[in-house]
């Protein structure tokens, strides 16, 4: 059984938006840190955005910065990206992941204990 499930990906054309979720039957999301890696073909997996389970503190990629928006919803159990302005450089296979230890905001890969499947997110141009 997956402890963490992302959806919402899928295929957009260049300036679009989507929305991915990361949801958990395991995990109280509201209570870890939280983070969203992408991975490309023949690319090493990069952090996109983390929220911090200690008090919400949010960090993103310089690559993402003022286009995504990470965000919970704590009654759902759930944590969204929210992504906006898509370029076709963020075309990925996108993870999120938590981290059980350590409540402050990071995207250092090795830090988080558990990941989901992933979501494929294409975006056309």
């Known amino acids: 059984q997956a402890q963490l499930v992302e959806s919402g990906g899928g295929l957009v054309q260049s300036g679009g938006s989507l929305r991915l979720s990361c949801t958990s039957s395991?995990?109280?999301?509201?209570?870890?840190?939280i983070g969203w890696f992408r991975q490309a073909p023949g690319k090493e997996r990069e952090g996109v955005s983390c929220?911090?389970?200690?008090?919400?503190?949010?960090y993103y990629a310089d690559a993402v910065k003022g286009r995504f928006t990470i965000s919970r919803a704590n009654a759902k159990n759930t944590v969204y990206l929210q992504m906006n302005s898509l370029k076709p450089e963020d075309t990925a296979v996108y993870y999120c992941?938590?981290?059980?230890?350590?409540?402050?905001?990071?995207?250092?890969?090795?830090?988080?204990?558990?990941w989901g499947q992933g979501t494929q997110v294409t975006v056309s141009s």
């Open positions: 992941a938590v981290d059980l230890f350590s409540r402050q905001a990071g995207l250092d890969r090795s830090e988080y204990d558990y």
């Open positions: 929220i911090s389970g200690d008090d919400d503190q949010t």
């Open positions: 395991r995990f109280r999301l509201d209570y870890h840190t």
